[in-house]
């Protein structure tokens, strides 16, 4: 088997159509896949179907954007195997992705006030099917540049970091209401790479609410992030998995299945068992 549990669609911020994914994962061996797209479930049925035309086991996911509240940092929770309605889910995240569509289009207004040529309409059909546009969607109408080249770093810095025109961010999902939510809906909650946003002190708190799994395989992860993920899952019980994290044009290159997921027995007993 080669599972990758970790990779992203245009259903957000991801450059490639479910179906692009589905023949590239295809190409690499992949024989396990979950779409993570952010804060949203609406993909689903299209990659179920593309999933049967490959032959590639699809695992239902999501990432959720969450926050943690005590510390003062971003925790992004995975989840996998939720029911198809995913009623609880949606609920927390419907809200949060109407609020990150608002701030996108303040972004776009004062990136248009700040001297740069951008045409909403336009970003609106390069996001689709996704309905809320990305900071990476804006990109795309503003370089040409490779998302890891030194232009589009320093655009994107100057755009949205610090005092930048269209800084400034969204109210995040709490991080305990979204392992709740994934719980209610019959999933796997998991903590997405905790070494790239340091969350790891909150994975104890998270348990307590039903956590059950925890990010070990990412391409942000070092040796000592490996060895931190194998000792809290070996205490806490939790499942371990992985992958690419691929977005396409709008992230790092990488193929998908280059970055699998561990254990990977232990992850489908667990998902089919809940």
């Given at each position: ?29 992949v ?17 179920i ?53 608002a ?9 248009i ?18 309905e ?143």
């Amino acid at each position: 088997m080669k599972a990758d549990l970790h990779v992203h669609s245009r259903y957000s911020d991801g450059s490639d159509l479910v179906e692009s994914v589905m023949k590239k994962a295809s190409e690499q061996g992949v024989t396990d896949i979950s779409f993570v797209d952010h804060d949203t479930v609406k993909g689903l049925p299209e990659i179920i179907k593309l999933g049967e035309k490959y032959g590639i086991k699809v695992i239902p996911g999501i990432e959720i954007s969450a926050y943690d509240f005590n510390r003062n940092r971003k925790v992004h929770v995975l989840g996998y195997n939720y029911l198809p309605d995913a009623t609880h889910i949606q609920k927390i995240c419907e809200p949060l992705l109407e609020r990150r569509q608002a701030h996108s289009i303040w972004q776009i207004e004062h990136i248009i006030a700040a001297g740069y040529e951008l045409d909403i309409e336009a970003i609106k059909e390069t996001a689709k099917p996704s309905e809320t546009i990305y900071k990476q969607h804006i990109m795309h109408h503003l370089t040409d540049a490779d998302y890891s080249s030194s232009e589009y770093k320093q655009l994107y810095k100057r755009l949205f970091k610090g005092d930048g025109v269209a800084a400034g961010d969204i109210e995040y999902i709490d991080a305990f209401e979204a392992v709740q939510a994934i719980v209610a809906d019959g999933g796997l909650a998991v903590v997405a790479h905790p070494g790239q946003l340091n969350s790891y002190d909150l994975i104890p708190e998270l348990v307590e609410v039903g956590l059950g799994g925890i990010e070990r395989n990412h391409l942000d992860h070092t040796d000592e992030d490996y060895q931190k993920v194998e000792v809290i899952a070996e205490k806490y019980g939790l499942i371990m998995t992985g992958g690419t994290d691929f977005h396409g044009l709008y992230g790092v290159t990488i193929e998908i299945g280059a970055i699998v997921s561990p254990s990977f027995q232990r992850v489908v007993k667990k998902v089919n068992s809940i």
